[in-house]
């Protein structure tokens, strides 16, 4: 059995703290500027009549996926706003993306909010979604299964959806959408203004999709934009709140973004989904490298974190240097996760060799037997 490292061998802990893996909940370092244009969107688009949708883009290692679960958490703590996290794409290969991506949605959201939902209110709006407002009826009355069929985790059969009165599976994105909509209207009656979806790995869509699949996507995506106000979709004017809306913030990499803007250039001479897409969205957020002030923060942080509490502690476990600070902002070119990861072995390293202080020359020597740095860019 390989030896675990040392600093799990000193903490007595089951897993090392320091896998390559992203924590939702660890503290995020600088994006002042950033949270700022995210918090604007919101501030403006909350409840409107209309949906929205932003792309945050930046290289691997930037912290897109950090970003999405501090938007989404940030949000939680509004009773207006139910905030969801979700990936662009499943893990299986689907045919219909529209389908899928609608029943992860609800994957998503809490069971107790379909539970909360009224009664009174769901069969109002029978008339306009028989199929979806009998499913929430189910579900609010707590029936067996009925939630899993929603998240296209069950089938029925004949002979039970002829029981319930069900007419139609939910096999067409036209009839999943319906689904949604009637649930951003339950969303409403409870008083909850909009559904923030924070949408992790978009760039997936061009290495796991081509051509038409690849079109396809964001022609759903521009439908789901005018959801509530698509004219395929039914008018209602007796029901009592106006239905929620949704925010999106679509995480993607830099390389996804360019291939995004790509395709609405290509596309500048003809009508395409991209170009559709591209005149609805907000003006996208990039996230930059971190400079020197926030990769001493980010430095700070790593260092400080109780690996047993997981509370920040007034120091750090091993004092560091301004010399450290320099050497780490200047190989790691501001990247977050290059940043948190030589922290990291500095860190159990110096606790291994009991440091007194982590400069600029143990730095250079942990990262030279580790192979992450080679003799000459020591000199």
Known sequence: MAEKPFIEKIYKLKENPFANWVDPDVEMAGRKKEKHQWEDIVRRRKGARTNSMCFIFGDYGFGKTLTLNKIVEEYEKDSEILSVFVKMLSEDKTPKFGVDFIQRIFQRIPEKTFKSFNIDHINLLQKYFPDPAKVFVNIALGGAGWLEFLCGQKTLSP????????????????????????????????????????????????????????????????DFFDLQNSPAMPTISDFPSQPANMIFFFGISTSGWKQISDLSKRDQSRPSPVQALMRRLEKSIELQPLN??????????????????????SEPLIPYDATFVSYIYEISLGNPSEIVKFCDFALEDGLRDKVKILDDNFAKKVFTDRGLIFDEDMT
């Not at 319906?178 to 009656?189: D, E, I, N, P």
């Not at 926030?294 to 920040?312: A, P, Q």
């Open 159 to 222: 002979t039970e959806m002829q029981k319930s009165g069900i007419k139609q599976k939910i096999n067409s994105t036209d009839i999943a959408k319906k689904y949604l909509l009637c649930f951003l209207y339950l969303l409403g009656s409870k008083n909850t203004k909009s559904l923030l979806l924070a949408v992790d790995e978009t760039e997936y869509v061009f290495s796991q999709m081509s051509g038409a699949a690849i079109a396809q996507v964001f022609n759903t995506l521009r």
């Open 292 to 313: 020197k002030k926030e990769t001493t923060e980010l430095i700070e942080k790593r260092l400080s974190k109780d690996r047993i509490t997981g509370n920040y502690g």
